[in-house]
């Protein structure tokens, strides 16, 4: 009720609040309903992200599988083919190598995924790595590093990949020394590798031929008189 004070006396009168009322209450479910769909919505986007997180990660360690599958099987085709009383120093090195290049493969996975550079230098000490291990299958393996400055990761890797294949194929056919350079030509990159013994059976898997070409390399065997020596080479890469 209201009053209000007039000429000669007082009026009274009284606000129909009934719609005020309704409209309030009105408002308030409306309100509840937007309150209710937020969260309808907030959850629907938590769950939308979590399914596609775990679609990501699900694609991500498939392709990581595929990747180290076929070496994961040659290893241990090496380890079952092994005799069961008598493993010499040689052979368990072999498996320490391969195991080291498929430890260092799942790393190099997710570092190429980051797009980022590597120094030259990181790539010597990944490469010092198996040259340690080679030496217990008999192989010495001297490593000369003449380049500064850094690679993409992908080229790095697959720098890392061709290295572990000719050791692999030097300790297969029993020579006992491997050259290495690495060198810079003003922004390219080459690897050198001569192996001991002239000739030697080494073929270029279709994958890392394949990986090769589209980053925009390439591989050379040579006969070098007396000597045999593979060349793997990247225009334009490095980077001071």
């Given at each position: ?38 969260r309808?919505?907030?959850g ?10 775990a679609?990501v ?21 090496k ?98 020394t ?20 002239g000739?030697?059976?080494f073929?270029?898997d279709?994958?890392t ?8 390399g ?23």
């Amino acid at each position: 009720m209201h009053v209000n004070a007039i000429d000669g006396g007082y009026v009274c009168y009284l606000n129909d609040v009934a719609r005020i009322n309704q409209l309030r209450r009105n408002l308030a479910d409306s309100i509840k309903k937007l309150n209710q769909a937020n969260r309808l919505l907030a959850g629907e986007k938590q769950v939308k992200q979590a399914t596609a997180g775990a679609r990501v990660r699900v694609e991500l360690y498939g392709e990581l599988h595929s990747q180290l599958y076929d070496d994961s099987v040659q290893l241990a085709q090496k380890i079952e083919s092994m005799p069961s009383a008598q493993v010499s120093g040689a052979q368990l090195s072999q498996i320490a190598l391969a195991t080291c290049y498929i430890k260092r493969s799942a790393n190099w996975f997710f570092r190429v995924r980051d797009h980022r550079l590597i120094q030259i230098e990181d790539l010597q000490l990944y490469m010092e790595e198996l040259v340690e291990i080679a030496e217990y299958s008999g192989l010495n393996i001297a490593l000369n590093c003449r380049a500064d400055g850094s690679l993409t990761t992908r080229r790095a890797a697959l720098v890392y990949r061709f290295f572990y294949r000719v050791v692999e194929a030097v300790i297969a056919a029993s020579r006992s020394t491997l050259l290495v350079q690495i060198v810079a030509d003003g922004a390219a990159l080459a690897v050198n590798l001569m192996p001991s013994g002239g000739r030697l059976a080494f073929v270029v898997d279709g994958k890392t031929a394949a990986e090769i070409t589209r980053l925009g390399g390439h591989y050379a065997l040579s006969d070098l008189d007396d000597a045999f020596g593979i060349t793997l080479q990247f225009n334009g890469e490095v980077s001071s």
